[in-house]
């Protein structure tokens, strides 16, 4: 995401929608009642008629439309703002839905803008200058493939092996691994980095014929054992793998390791809260280290004060995805945890 212009006096942040993940930031900053201008399309009105022909054609206009309705689809990525139009050149008054793409400019304007939105957007910006990472989890069997984005780890592919018992010979071997690297450089670019791990020797072989056949694309690859394949190998390397170095800068990788040290603390009754009145309580006597917020908590709720709490005593404020099962973990105890600097 790229901020062009931001003026809050008059409430208004214009920015541009680099990528899928901007899309879901959008989505967890816009609100019922806000104002969305951008260019869309709608059927041209024609003058002196009362009912528009629908055939008319479509024309790109920019309107304005007071936010009533907002819909996010993570299986295809796709984000949509329906309301009713207040600015443009046509058509004043009737609803309009908006479908927002990669590649898309905006402006939005709130009549308050709640500090994390703002920090929601600032993070955007920063994190779209990371590469994105694909993993590739595989044994003999089958592989899945999937990439990290900001809001979690998204499968995209999981291929077969087909082999037959222990009658898998080289040349079986040689198509599923070369449908794994056709799979592979049609998602990956070279110097993204890529991750492949599993359970015994396939992950191995894999790596060997990468380096051979698709040496630029493979000069980033690291490899893992785990015990699993699949997206469960994935999110077994997420929790126990967090110190690799491929992984240190993953924003992911922070979210589930902070979360796995709430539960570690909760299981030990260690220095921990959770729960809206305990969390608010410790924040308010300067006691949280770290603050752990679920991204759909906070569009359901203002929780501004406890941030300003937490960040007027030095604390850190981590807004976790619900798009990954650390995020399904954190909600399962209310969304809201914090870290302690001392028992309270």
Known sequence: MRILHQDLGAGEVRMQLESEDDLWHL??????????????????????????????????????????????????LRLRVLGMIEEG????????????????TLTLRKGHWRRSQLDRLRRAADDSKRPRMVFVSLDQDEATIAVMRQMGVRELATIRSMRSGKQYQDKDEGDYLGELLSKISSVAE???????LGPGFAKEGLMERGRAKAPGLFRHAFVYHTGQSGMAGINEMMKRGLGAEVLRDSRVAMEVELVEKVLERIATDGMVAYGPKEVSDAAAMGAVETLLVLDSLLRREDCDRIIRDVEAQGGDVVVVSEHHDAGKELEAITGLAALLRYAV
């Open 190 to 196: 070279e110097g993204m980095p890529i991750v492949v």
């Open 27 to 76: 989505f967890n900053v816009i609100e019922d009642d806000d104002l969305v201008k951008a260019s869309t399309h709608r059927r041209e009105e024609k003058k002196g008629d009362k009912i528009r022909s629908e055939r008319a054609e479509k024309r790109r206009m920019t309107l304005g439309v007071r936010v009533e309705k907002i819909e996010f689809s993570d299986f295809d």
């Open 89 to 104: 050149p046509q058509d004043l008054g009737q609803h309009h839905t908006i479908n927002f793409e990669p590649g898309e």
